[in-house]
């Protein structure tokens, strides 16, 4: 799968989670449950006439670039928020049934400590390295610009919105000295989900069983492409199940869950999708990394709510961390999850002998939630929701010639469909894409297809072009569909013997 960050990078969002929550008319008009009375708040700027949570938000996010000294919660405060989160902790025990083994210790954190502290985990967490070598590969997807800066973006992100944490090394729940106690306490919510979760399987641990690091595997074997979806699978199960705590604890008030208000994980989907309107950096951000930073909060709470609904609380909780699904597929379609659906791995081509004189670069799986993004890059919305439910499996292999890292990045992907009918919609899908990828594309003379790529809607069959990286070969056989770009003629007949071996043609 491409590689998204991990756990420390996410935290960022959870801010922008309760702004979008607290705008719901539904749980905006009545207070969250708490230990006591709320001592009066700390002076802020709010306007007149505005909403409490927006004037939150406002503080939440707050624009470093100001003169003005960030507010802070009194002292006061910060007293009862350590006091809530024993009062919240039970709330998220009872919630989830995971039970309470020892107290959290607790802290409260600065922005400055906070911004510190993730973006340390963001320079060792070996997934955000992965992602940074597979920039290279995004972007010759074109899932990113050809002068984005991946690095930038991503400290850029951390400034912008940061909040409140569970450390599971330290075992500490880090409350925020620059945040209103209301904003906080569905933060609680939400990281206390996460103490629970570590307190019973060993967050950490549990996240790191399901990461397969296929940079440092010699002899690959089709599982190793199926296993390298766990770690995001797993990751949708965590975020997801304290989606479901944060949400519960907010609609707690008005005697309504997650489990009877589908209606509400769905608004809070859609605004989730769309940002709020002060998060610049995220506004701004290419397609995947939007839908890369949101996937395990929004199809993780859809799958939670949907394991809530059919299978009680037992199943949506412990017993996920029990039986773990294992691909982005199982969390974007939870019903194959509950039927046990199992996928046979693709076969793997010879790589190490086509690929003898070049160095490997980068491999990984293709998954759901990968072609969903690719679709919605190239052909919208839309088209990417009818094409993902049809991936059956995928992945990509990329090379630069042996000691020459300067030329341009070479790849194989072959993907898997239900039908051959959607082998040659998704085919179309992604010859649309070459035209936003590279500056010229030029097909054969003989070929009877459009000039202009946006108008196809269906590609069988075996067709090439030239590009100013090299050729871009699509050869679309049955149900399987092979893609090979700047490799040399010889080695996509290579593999179009691989991958096509008793194959026949699409009528």
Known sequence: MFRRCTLGLFRFLVALLITLLLCFSGLAQE????????????????????????????????????????????????????????????????DTSLPIKHEVKRRLASRDEVVSYL???????????????????????????????????????????????????????????????????????????????????????WLKKGNEDLD??????????????????????????????????????????????????????ADMAAGTADSKVYQNAPVFMKEALTFPYRYGVEFEAEL?????KDKAFAMTFANPPRTSREIMEPQTYIAGEHLAPLSLPDFKHIFKNYDRFDIGAIGEFDVAVLAEQYAGLEA???????????????????????????????????????????????????????????????????????????????????TEEGAVVIDVKADTVLVTESLEPAITNEFREAVFAGTPSNP
């Open 31 to 94: 207070p969250a449950p708490s230990a006591s009375k709320q001592p009066a708040a700390a002076p802020t700027e709010q306007k007149p006439d505005q909403n409490p949570a927006e004037a939150g938000s406002d503080k939440a996010s707050a624009d470093k670039s100001t003169t003005k000294p960030e507010s802070k919660i009194t002292p006061e405060q910060a007293e009862q928020l350590f006091r809530d989160v024993d009062t919240i902790l039970d709330f998220a025990s009872n």
């Open 119 to 205: 973006k340390k985990n963001m320079a060792e967490d070996k997934d955000v390295q992965r992602l940074r070598r597979t920039e290279l590969v995004l972007k010759k997807f074109g899932l990113l610009p050809k002068d984005f800066d991946l690095q930038t973006f991503l400290v850029s992100l951390l400034e912008e919105q940061v909040a409140g944490y569970y450390d599971a090394k330290t075992k500490t729940v880090n409350l925020l000295d620059w945040v209103l106690p209301d904003l906080q306490r569905p933060v609680l919510a939400h990281e206390l989900t996460h103490a629970l979760q570590d307190q019973s399987f060993g967050l950490d641990k």
């Open 216 to 269: 440092t595997k010699k002899d690959l074997k089709p599982d190793d492409i199926t296993k390298d979806e766990n770690s995001e699978a797993r990751q949708a199960v965590v975020e997801g199940q304290a989606m479901v705590v944060l949400v519960d604890y907010m609609l707690a008030p008005l005697h309504r869950t997650v489990a009877n208000s589908p209606e509400v994980v769905d608004t809070l989907n």
């Open 308 to 312: 809530l609904r059919e299978q009680g």
């Open 384 to 466: 990417s929701k009818r094409i993902y439910p049809n991936w059956r499996g995928g992945y990509y292999y990329s090379v630069h010639p042996k000691g020459n890292m300067a030329a341009p990045l070479q790849l194989v992907f072959v993907s898997k469909w239900a039908s051959p009918k959607a082998a040659d919609q998704f085919a179309a899908i992604y010859a649309r894409g070459m035209q936003q990828r590279y500056k010229n594309v030029k097909a054969p003379t003989d070929t009877n297809l459009p000039a202009d790529l946006k108008d196809l809607r269906t590609l069988g069959g075996d067709h090439s072009w030239t």
